[in-house]
């Protein structure tokens, strides 16, 4: 599930669910507030989906190297960290790396993070980007954030793949 030690103050686990995160409003802080899983990949191809509950005006989901410290950064706009914004823009340590896909509020994202080629894939509502981000650190982890108004996400592993899937087609 979600982290509480690595997360912003308006980050909030669902007590029952560690799986949910509620993120309240951060525009009096004039900050994104972010939060990283507790779980974190080194080796293998690893699989995970963040569901989108409610979208606040710049959501972010991605993932965070060990290093990153940026609680108050968008996902993928701070050092440390790769994302993608709800209007479809992916970043990798602060910078635009491409334009994929739209997400919205219902909306699913699937990772795919082959740690052995350092590369991550996205399926973005059924929508497949292989290789979208490269080069990635020893461990990464997953993250999500808001920007200025409340977002909610789920997160949910779906496991490890074996080395000798079919590359063609990893994605779930």
Known sequence: GWSRKVAHRLAMIDECDASIVRIADSRATASAAAVRSTRGFRAGRHLWEIQVGRCSDWSYVGFVAEEWTALTSPIGRAPHSWGLACNGVAYAGRDEIGRLKEYKAGSCICF?????????????????????????????????????????????????????????????
């Not at 979208?132 to 990464?140: D, K, S």
Request: a negative charge.
């Open 112 to 172: 795919v993070a082959d740690m052995d080629t350092r590369t991550a894939s996205l399926k973005i509502d059924g929508v497949e980007f292989a290789d979208v981000f490269v080069g990635l650190p020893v461990t990464v982890f997953p993250a999500a954030s808001n920007c200025r108004s409340p977002a909610e996400y789920t997160i949910r592993f779906l496991g490890e793949e074996p080395a000798h899937v079919d590359k063609d087609n990893a994605l779930p």
